[in-house]
Nanobody, 116 residues
Framework: QVQVVESGGGLVQAGGSLRLSCAASGSIFSVNAMGWYRQAPGKRRELVARIVSGGTTNYADSVKGRFTISRDNSKNTVYLQMNSLKPEDTAVYYC??????????WGQGTQVTVSS
């Protein structure tokens, strides 16, 4: 059994910052990749940022230069620092964990709302 728990969402004004956290626990030998996705109402879920075990990161073009993903491998935890937030960043943000056996797990999601 694997649990993925996100925290840190909320309401912020445009230009503000939020930091999301995600911790994976349970029957995980090791984690291959961790990432953040988001889904706005009426839209498809999209990748925001991803970091693999070696530290390589990739970002959606829309968040490059504003968001930073980081990871604590010893705690199976991933963070998403979001700066210069825009109303279009409003969405439910989901954490995704891919284990060393390439099994994918999702968190329950955390709401991020950016007011104009």
């Amino acid at each position: 059994q694997v649990q993925v728990v996100e925290s840190g969402g909320g309401l912020v004004q445009a230009g503000g910052s939020l930091r999301l956290s995600c911790a994976a626990s349970g029957s995980i030998f090791s984690v291959n990749a961790m990432g953040w996705y988001r889904q706005a109402p009426g839209k498809r879920r999209e990748l925001v940022a991803r970091i693999v075990s070696g530290g390589t990161t990739n970002y959606a073009d829309s968040v490059k230069g504003r968001f930073t993903i980081s990871r604590d491998n010893s705690k199976n935890t991933v963070y998403l620092q979001m700066n210069s937030l825009k109303p279009e960043d409003t969405a439910v943000y989901y954490c995704n964990v891919i284990t060393n056996l390439f099994v994918s797990y999702w968190g329950q999601g955390t709401q991020v709302t950016v007011s104009s």
